[in-house]
């Protein structure tokens, strides 16, 4: 486990996250304010925690292709994208979040992920003119949220997207900027509008057998006119020939309940209860501002669509997020 802690954690109110976002905070004293900040274009997060990884060189953009599941040969400087790796058998490894700005190509992804991808990377060099490099130790990720108008600090690379804005900010320059931003919002603010929005991340969707179509991130994250990268024969064939045994679902928790369901908890159908067969799994639960408490699942495909749901021991409503 990382022994990181980000400097923000001295802020008052601050609380330690823990799981996949420890090292920052899990809040700062007003859950559901922060996530309205956050909703209102105000505010930011401290993802300092996450891994930053560089690619530079002439042919950065072309080999890159070769690799991931996104067409970047002609990504154009400032316009961001985001990736996955997959296995041989076509199981997610890893999820990339890109941007380009001319000269290198820059991505974060799940903490403790860069020194694995460097190494996979590494291995794929061959006689490219590429120079891969973790950057985690130099730069720390700060997210905007959409409508902000803070303005990003000069020299800073920057991945925006319609949902907010990610700077790849200089280590030595995120308590300056949190000074100077004000508003922080927690990892927990930032998760319940993850799973509001039906986005999938890497670790809490994905399990060792989990393929693209199963999470929605073929929309987003994988180009389906494209070949020649490891796992596409897989992404192929179940796009043009079958379907995914698994089917992401968002869940309307019953807001009764004094808990919400952990990662990992068995979902089962209401009808059968707490004893009932296991048919999936809740991936990440969140309490939102204005929906309650919400959760992501991923359960069998052949789940009926319109079933009440057990999540742990939480009675469920399902929205169909991906069509079974």
């Known amino acids: 486990m990382s022994s990181y802690a980000s400097p923000l954690l001295s802020l008052p109110g601050a609380v330690p996250a823990e799981g996949p976002d420890a090292g920052v905070a899990a809040h700062y004293g007003d ?10 274009g105000e505010g930011f997060v401290d993802l300092s925690h996450r891994d930053v990884v560089t690619v530079a060189g002439p042919e950065r953009l072309s080999w890159l292709h070769l690799l991931i599941t996104q067409h970047v040969t002609e990504l154009q400087p400032g316009h961001a994208t985001e990736a996955l790796i997959l296995s041989a058998k076509g199981h997610i490894e890893h999820a990339l979040y890109l941007v380009d700005d001319g000269e290198t190509t820059w991505l974060h992804t799940e ?32 997210w905007l949220p959409a409508g902000s108008i ?23 320059e995120l308590a300056s900027f949190a000074e100077r931003v004000g508003s922080p919002a927690g990892a927990l ?10 986005r999938p991340r890497l670790g809490r969707e994905t399990d060792h057998r989990t393929i693209p179509h199963e999470l929605g991130w073929l929309e987003s994250a994988v180009h389906l006119h494209k070949g020649c990268y490891r796992g596409q024969e897989t992404v192929a064939r179940v796009q043009n020939l079958g379907r995914p045994p698994r089917r992401l679902v968002f869940l309307h928790l019953d807001g ?8 990992g908890d068995p ?14 799994f809740v991936t990440t639960s969140a309490r939102h501002h204005e929906l309650g408490p919400i959760a992501l699942a991923l359960v069998k495909r052949n789940v009926p669509a319109d079933a009440e ?6 009675p469920a409503a399902q929205e169909i997020v991906v069509e079974p």
């Open 267 to 280: 979902v089962r159908l209401a009808a059968d209860g707490p004893e009932g067969r296991q048919l999936g």
């Open 309 to 314: 749901l057990l999540a742990g021991t939480t």
């Open 31 to 40: 859950l559901f304010r922060e996530q309205r900040s956050l909703a209102k």
């Open 256 to 263: 009764s309940e004094v808990t919400i369901p952990e990662h």
């Open 189 to 198: 603010a930032l998760e319940a509008l993850r799973v509001e929005a039906h």
């Open 111 to 142: 903490p403790g992920q860069a020194a694995a991808l460097v190494s996979y990377l590494e291995s794929m060099k061959f006689f490219y003119r590429v120079d891969v490099a973790d950057r985690t130790a130099e730069f720390a990720v700060v």
């Open 150 to 172: 803070v303005e990003t600090p000069a020299g800073v690379v920057v991945r925006e997207t319609p949902g907010g804005r990610d700077l790849f900010l200089p280590r030595p």
